[in-house]
Each structure stands twice: as structure tokens, then as C-alpha cells.
């Protein structure tokens, strides 16, 4: 198995960009710094990180710190105890003769925290005794007197020593009081860094992009605010979308005013973007040989292939390493197996080789993606030995596997075909003569780019066996799921957002166009989140007609989502769907009679829409 860690291993070969940003980060030159480290979710940033920080540990002036942000998610005010976390980190690696200066600092913190708990919980019982008027307290605590006393004493000696401690007389309500203490404490942290055996401190933040909206912006304005001072460079590893998406959520769009407020929070934030680049194809047909490879080697000798690899520079090479290269390599190292040796690594290897390619561009170049589709294969070839020992043919449950990542409701439909299996199975087999003939028409699903390569891969003649046995030990699949987006690309991920976001039909025409520069890939994720949007009848009409004008390939799929659909049309709908009608009525005459027998479409309102096409 392979879990879903940061890798102690560069199987992604992530050292380049390693070695530059660590020596950004250890250059006293560039501080105060933030790099903003920019990859989907599953590509590999923990594993960059990892790396990154056994560059700098080496470095004798440079300390570094990790900090996973999902930690503190669950803290009632996770500005102080990242903070405090930060501190007590510095405290332990620096000097002894600086402990002192972030013990100071992390008591400060304390007040902080204890002064955010006094104003949110206690001070409104301060206030009512304070004004002569304790009735509404009482009325509101419970317990005996002693109790009650025991409160406000609590309250008022808090709010007292956080203001002798630390906030003195100053009014901390007043908005100019809560800059000088952030101006206060920045000044006592950069004084607390200033030691003559420590040029650099690099501070790397990860895991961001799992935190809730209003967390990622806490973090990353305490970052900005109380942080970064001279001698620090934090580096912080997210999901920009993630990150674009939490600044929309806190400071939404500005009504009449197109300006990008996620992009310059962002800007003004991190100061050095670097981008993680999404695996090429052949990145991830690499990738998966070599995940293979590692499970069957000795942890040593997978570390030797992959510095060979590397030093023979064959992941820039225009062609995927082969299994050949991959056994020659081995054999020339004198690399050691582990337990079932280089016979069983081959049965596997040779699977996986003849399907990797189609894999590859289902992946869409994310390794964590890569990992969960071989862990489900082994444990599923794993399944298949238990049921029906060696009755089960693994190409054909690898295959089956692979539709069903591509996509399930063809995954669905084949099931269903295979039930009528007799000698064979004939409508799969009807489909795959047309899709080769290239005169397929109804069965339009069945012949896009991807699932022609999968129809491509071995067994190709899969009509000629019975398939119950593989279907039942993927049974799981055989229910619509939710849809995983987490290996679609960025620019999919974008246009998602933006067709949630869109408020007029104006905005439309920009998205149509973004939308017809993706990948036939990418489109498909587009509207394997749509259509079931439409089913719900959570997608605005003006979305739903000019994405059925403008995508061909998807007007089916529109159409039998819009009769699926539970939501009655409503007569400001009717313009919608004439310029629907208008652009197909062929298709759509159907769909909107059956919508009249379900009830959800009058017939008063399918004239209004014909009688209109009449008159254009």
C-alpha cells in the first residue's frame, strides 16, 4: 500500500525546485520573505517541503520550522496559538542566552489569549457591575454567591492584569491602541531573532488549503501582521484556489467594480508565487511504474534506481521509462527485492504498464490520485484472490477499474449490458464496432478521445467474457457517488467557481469562452459537477441554456437532467428555455413533453415557448 504521506523518497523529482527555493529562503538579503508554494490538492507540496527542510537543516545559521496549519483548525482563536506554537518551536532551537526574550514573548501571548477569552466571555460582567447595575449578570450566572463573586473577581483581575501586563492604560478598543500592541509585539519578536548565531529563521506552513475559509485568512494575516519581520521567510504550501476561494468568502466581489480582490490579497500576502506544475501524462506513467517498483524493492536500493534515474536525467527525456529500462537498471545496481521478488513484480508491473497510459490521463497529473487508484487495484486483486482464487483475470478487473475512475455512469450502463450476457455480450459489443467504425451516433458517451483509448486496452474483445464476478467485486461503484474533484485540474476548478458565481447572463459569455479553451478532459469534469447541479435544480436557467448552446457533446445529458429534475419551470424560465428550443428543438420537443406528464412544465407555458418559435 501507499499512503498518503509526504514521501521520504523524490520519486516526483521535486529536488530542482527544492534547491531553489532553499537557497531563496536562507538568504538574509531577501528577509522578511513569504513564498507561496502553489500546487492542487495531492501534488506533492508536503513532499517538496520535506525536501526543502533537509536543504536548510544542514544550514548551521538557518533555523527551520514546520507548522501544519489544519492543526489548529478546531482553536477558538488560532491567530494566538499559531503564534505561540512559532514561539515555543524558536525557544527550543535558539541559544540559550535568547530563551529568555521568547519566554517573554510567549507570556505576552498569553495576555492575548486571556484577553480575547475576558472581553468575549466575562467582560459584559465587569461592565454590569462596573455600572452600578449587577442584577442582569446575576440573573444570567449560576451558582451560589461565592460563585458568582468568585466570576467577577475572575473577570475584573484578568482585564486588569492584561491591562497593567501589556495593553497598560491604553483603551483596547481603540483602534489605534490594537496597532501599537501589534506594533509592540512585531518589535519585540524581531529584537527576540536578533542573535549573532542565527542569520535566517525559514518558517514552513502547510496544510493551509484544509482549513475553513475564515481560518485561512487568520493564518495568513497573522503571518503579515505579527510575523514577518527581518531574519524570517515563511513559506507557505496551498491550493491558490482554495486560498482565492476563503478571500472571495470574506470579501466578496464589489458590486459595479471589477476588480480582482482575491489576486491582489494574494499579492500583497506573498511576495515570491512559486507554482508546483501538474504532472505531464508521461510524468504520471512514470510515476505509477515507479510506485510499483518501490513496493517490491528494498527501501535502500528503490533510493539507488531512483538517484540513477535522476542522474541519467531520464524524467526530461521525451519518452515514459519502460519496464525493460526499469528491470535493467535493477539488474546493473545489483538492487535486493523484497519478500516475492522480481517474478511477482513483474506479473504486477505488466498490468499496470499496459494500462497506464489511459490511467495517466484520467490522473490529470496528481500523484495523490496516482497512489488511491493503484491502492484500489492491489486491494481489489487482493479481493478477487480471497473470493475466486485464480479464476479472476487482473487485465480485465484493471480495465474495469479504469472505466469506472473515467466514468462511472458508463461504469453503470456496461453492468447493466453484461447482465443480458448470453454468449456475449452484445450491446457492448454492437458499441465497440461503431465507436471503431467510427459511425457510432447514439452511443456518443462511448466515443470521446479517452474512453476510444480505454476501448483500446487489453482485453479489447471484452464482450466475449462474462463480467459478473469483476462487477461484484467492485459493487461499491455500481451507486452514483459523489464526484471527487480533487484530481481536477486548476483551470476546471476555475471555471466550477465561476459559473457558481455568476449573477447575469453577461458574465456568461466570458466563462463560455474560458470553458471552450479546456481540454475535452477538463470539460468532462466541468460537467460531471453540473448535471447533477441541474438534477437538484441548484443551477441558474441562464447557466443551463448557454452552456446547452454552446456544448454540443452535452445537450443528452441537459436534457435528461432537465427531466430529472424535481423543480417546477416558472414563467420567468421561459425565455430560457425558448432560446433552447430555438437552438434544438429536435432534441428538446421530448424532454419538454415529458416534463408536462411529470408536472413540472405546463402546457400553456410549452405553447408560449413553440408559438414563439413559430414566429422567429
Do not use: H
Not at 482464487?389 to 480485465?396: F, H, R
Amino acid at each position: 500500500m501507499w499512503l498518503d504521506n509526504a514521501s521520504d523518497i523524490d520519486i516526483l523529482f521535486y529536488e530542482p525546485y527544492a534547491r531553489i527555493i532553499a537557497d531563496i529562503a536562507k538568504n538574509e538579503k531577501y528577509n522578511p520573505l513569504t513564498i507561496g508554494v502553489f500546487g492542487l490538492w495531492g501534488a506533492g507540496k508536503s513532499t517538496l517541503l520535506k525536501l526543502i527542510n533537509e536543504k536548510l537543516e544542514s544550514q548551521e545559521e538557518t533555523i527551520c520550522v514546520t507548522i501544519n496549519a489544519w492543526m489548529f483548525e478546531s482553536y477558538d482563536d488560532a491567530k494566538m496559538a499559531i503564534i505561540e506554537a512559532l514561539l515555543l518551536e524558536l525557544k527550543e532551537k535558539f541559544p540559550d542566552d535568547a530563551k529568555k526574550k521568547f519566554g517573554k514573548l510567549i507570556k505576552r501571548v498569553d495576555w492575548f489569549k486571556l484577553g480575547t477569552k475576558a472581553v468575549s466571555t466575562l467582560a459584559p460582567v465587569v461592565a454590569s457591575v462596573a455600572m452600578g447595575n449587577p442584577l442582569p449578570m446575576l440573573l444570567n450566572v449560576t451558582g451560589n454567591a461565592e460563585e458568582i463573586g468568585n466570576t467577577v473577581k475572575s473577570a475584573a483581575n484578568s482585564i486588569q492584569s492584561l491591562k497593567d501586563e501589556y495593553w497598560k492604560e491604553e483603551d483596547v478598543s481603540n483602534d489605534e491602541s490594537r496597532i501599537n500592541n501589534i506594533r509592540k509585539f512585531r518589535g519585540e519578536f524581531s529584537d527576540a531573532l536578533k542573535n549573532d548565531d542565527i542569520k535566517n529563521v525559514v518558517v514552513m506552513i502547510d496544510d493551509l488549503d484544509r482549513c475553513r475559509p475564515e481560518r485561512i485568512i487568520e493564518i495568513l494575516e497573522v503571518i503579515k501582521l505579527f510575523l514577518s519581520v527581518d531574519r524570517t521567510t515563511f513559506i507557505i504550501a496551498a491550493d491558490e484556489n482554495v486560498i482565492k476561494y476563503s478571500i472571495r468568502e470574506k470579501y466578496p466581489p464589489m458590486n459595479g467594480f471589477d476588480v480582482e480582490l482575491d489576486k491582489e490579497y494574494i499579492e500583497k500576502i506573498i511576495q515570491l508565487p512559486i507554482y508546483i506544475p501538474e504532472l505531464s501524462a508521461k510524468d504520471i506513467q512514470n510515476y505509477l511504474l515507479l510506485l510499483v517498483t518501490q513496493s517490491y524493492l528494498e527501501q535502500e536500493s528503490f533510493k539507488q534506481l531512483i538517484d540513477k534515474i535522476f542522474e541519467e536525467k531520464r524524467t526530461i527525456s521525451g519518452d515514459v521509462i519502460t519496464l525493460e529500462e526499469i528491470n535493467k537498471l535493477i539488474d546493473e545496481l545489483g538492487l535486493n527485492w523484497q519478500d516475492g521478488g522480481k517474478t511477482v513484480f513483474n506479473e504486477t508491473a505488466k498490468i499496470i504498464d499496459e494500462i497506464r497510459e489511459i490511467v495517466a490521463s484520467t490522473l490529470k497529473g496528481n500523484p495523490r490520485q496516482a497512489k488511491r487508484f493503484l491502492n484500489t487495484f492491489i486491494t481489489k486483486r487482493q479481493l478477487a484472490k480471497i473470493y475466486y482464487g485464480d479464476e479472476i483475470d487482473i487485465s480485465i478487473l484493471a480495465k474495469l477499474l479504469v472505466l469506472q475512475k473515467l466514468d462511472n455512469d458508463l461504469f453503470i450502463q456496461l453492468n447493466e449490458w453484461n447482465k443480458e450476457f448470453d454468449t456475449e455480450n452484445v450491446k457492448f459489443k454492437e458499441m465497440r464496432m461503431a465507436v471503431a467504425q467510427g459511425t457510432t451516433v447514439e452511443q456518443e458517451p462511448w466515443a470521446t478521445p479517452q474512453i476510444k483509448k480505454w476501448l483500446d486496452c487489453k482485453p479489447i474483445e471484452l464482450e466475449k467474457y462474462p463480467l459478473e464476478r469483476y462487477f461484484y467485486l467492485t459493487r461499491e461503484n455500481l451507486k452514483n457517488s459523489n464526484i471527487d474533484q480533487s484530481g481536477f485540474s486548476s483551470n476546471t476548478k476555475d471555471i466550477l467557481v465561476r459559473i457558481g458565481n455568476a449573477q447575469s447572463g453577461g458574465q456568461m459569455t466570458a466563462i463560455i469562452n474560458a470553458a471552450k479553451e479546456l481540454s475535452s478532459v477538463e470539460i468532462g469534469d466541468v460537467f460531471k459537477v453540473v448535471i447533477p447541479k441541474i438534477e437538484k435544480g441548484d443551477l441558474k436557467f441562464f447557466v443551463i441554456r448557454d452552456l446547452f448552446i454552446n456544448f454540443e457533446r452535452f445537450k443528452g445529458k441537459i436534457s435528461e437532467a432537465l427531466l430529472k429534475s424535481n423543480s417546477k419551470i416558472k414563467v420567468g424560465d421561459i425565455p430560457v428555455l425558448r432560446a433552447m428550443y430555438q437552438n434544438d428543438s429536435e432534441r428538446l420537443e421530448e424532454t419538454l413533453q415529458k416534463m408536462i406528464e411529470k408536472g413540472t412544465l405546463s402546457q400553456k407555458m410549452l405553447d408560449d415557448i413553440k408559438a414563439q418559435q413559430k414566429k422567429g
